[in-house]
DNA sequence: TTCGATTTGTTCGTATGTATT
DNA sequence: TAATACATACGAACAAATCGA
């Protein structure tokens, strides 16, 4: 009784599987359409069926001329490609008020590897509790004035080798970091937000009266093949700020 | 050297004007593709590529042999037409922190039509300062429990006729009802959201101590064709509850 | 219940245009 | 210029879902 699904849905999969596996990687095209329709013995058409869905989902990009990628976080943040750039803000969701778009100015605070996870985190990047972690405490700035305080907790198994220098040291985003050096393209983001009375630290860094309001963001980070791969708690201080979301 | 624009956008476009001038109400079908084919003299395939564009916009839904239509708001509410339903909770994104997903209830608090719209609104809405407005103010309760304070504001304009015994006694949800008796489809919203001490009236409502952090939200909701229709400002009581957002 | 008409979904194939190298 | 790759558009055939006779 079990239709089997349909023959692009198959090839979708299948495409999906070889870029989790780190086939492909970031500037490196895919076979061509054709190519890949004589592989899975289908029409051209067919393969373009799964590509798009593939597009759909963020974990490709087309270039007329050119080919099929997956999409370079970095690159997407320089190139003005075509208009005022969305890309580079897609998983970067605090604005001035204004709805200026400023890049963000990041600072490494704090740096350690091999803690053990918490066992509050370990559910949600699909880990066992204590299992050996990297942590990072960056600042965000934006136009000079300190907007946000985040902590990042990533399992060390996916960052082999992952240290203060390299972290620090990166040409762009951190998520161009994971791309570039690890194979992991981030797509999708979850986000839980809350209002909270600001802890320490962040009231200490946005020059805030102890127990004013912030807006905390925990957010899970998955790569293709809805793997996570990273989780980060974010305090924003949303005086001139806000957070900024649009859903379509 | 202006290339003209391919001509499944000038479908897309012509059937999205459609739409948004009130063709096509929410439950009856669009001509078929095979109609539509023959109407705009282009390859059947040349009108799925358009359907396509404003099905992945949620202004259209297809319906294998049945045919392609407007989607309902409350239906989609109502039906679990295909596993848990996710539709329903496509613009309302407070939870419980378990993540279940209880849908709200929804008390009238109050209602006026003819206020002057404030100078502030008046830009998010595209509509002239002072014009007139109805307003609303909603309780919304997850399994009991008091969470978000709601103010509605609406051009009086969009809502020929709008009372509080029609704004009260519709049957499923706000958007269901600008649907149904209005013609106007949300299927976009922008949402900037603050952390901010609760205001007097949250803070009752919540049983919150004055000042106590609340989650502030400002959406506007675009029907299709990008058309501004509502304005709301939400406070959320965060302690046991989340805003829950995700990016893909 | 069966059947046929209608409508969308899938897959094939082809031709031509446009962008890149 | 030529080769390559994606983009657009056409047309056809059959499958699957729906609905009413």
């Given at each position: 009784?079990?239709?089997?699904?349909?023959?692009?849905?198959?090839?979708?999969?299948?495409?999906?599987?070889?870029?989790?596996?780190?086939?492909?990687?970031?500037?490196?095209?895919?076979?061509?359409?054709?190519?890949?329709?004589?592989?899975?013995?289908?029409?051209?058409?067919?393969?373009?069926?799964?590509?798009?869905?593939?597009?759909?989902?963020?974990?490709?990009?087309?270039?007329?001329?050119?080919?099929?990628?997956?999409?370079?976080?970095?690159?997407m943040?320089?190139l003005p490609h075509d208009g005022p750039d969305r890309t580079a803000?897609?998983?970067?969701?605090?604005?001035?008020?204004?709805?200026?778009r400023?890049?963000?100015?990041?600072?490494?605070?704090?740096?350690?590897?091999?803690?053990?996870?918490?066992?509050?985190?370990?559910?949600?990047?699909?880990?066992?509790?204590?299992?050996?972690?990297?942590?990072?405490?960056?600042?965000?700035?934006?136009?000079?004035?300190?907007?946000?305080?985040?902590?990042?907790?990533?399992?060390?198994?996916?960052?082999?080798?992952?240290?203060?220098?390299?972290?620090?040291?990166?040409?762009?985003?951190?998520?161009?970091?994971?791309?570039?050096?690890?194979?992991?393209?981030?797509?999708?983001?979850?986000?839980?937000?809350?209002?909270?009375?600001?802890?320490?630290?962040?009231?200490?860094?946005?020059?805030?009266?102890?127990?004013?309001?912030?807006?905390?963001?925990?957010?899970?980070?998955?790569?293709?093949?809805?793997?996570?791969?990273?989780?980060?708690?974010?305090?924003?201080?949303?005086?001139?700020?806000?957070?900024?979301?649009?859903?379509?």
């Amino acid at each position: 009784m079990n239709a089997e699904p349909p023959l692009w849905r198959m090839i979708r999969d299948s495409l999906e599987a070889a870029l989790a596996a780190g086939e492909y990687p970031a500037g490196t095209p895919l076979p061509s359409e054709a190519k890949l329709a004589a592989r899975f013995g289908c029409a051209i058409g067919t393969v373009r069926r799964a590509v798009d869905e593939l597009v759909a989902a963020r974990a490709l990009v087309r270039r007329q001329g050119r080919g099929t990628f997956v999409p370079d976080h970095d690159a997407m943040a320089r190139l003005p490609h075509d208009g005022p750039d969305r890309t580079a803000f897609y998983f970067f969701h605090i604005r001035p008020e204004d709805g200026a778009r400023l890049p963000p100015e990041t600072e490494l605070l704090d740096f350690r590897a091999g803690l053990p996870c918490p066992a509050w985190i370990a559910p949600h990047l699909g880990i066992a509790a204590r299992a050996p972690m990297i942590f990072a405490r960056n600042l965000q700035r934006i136009g000079g004035r300190a907007v946000a305080l985040d902590e990042l907790w990533l399992p060390r198994a996916l960052f082999p080798g992952l240290d203060r220098a390299g972290f620090a040291g990166r040409d762009g985003t951190v998520y161009g970091l994971y791309q570039k050096r690890f194979g992991h393209s981030v797509i999708r983001t979850d986000e839980r937000l809350k209002a909270v009375p600001a802890p320490a630290e962040a009231a200490t860094a946005f020059d805030l009266a102890p127990g004013a309001p912030v807006l905390r963001i925990l957010r899970v980070a998955y790569a293709i093949g809805d793997r996570p791969v990273e989780l980060r708690i974010s305090h924003a201080d949303t005086r001139e700020h806000e957070y900024f979301n649009t859903l379509a």
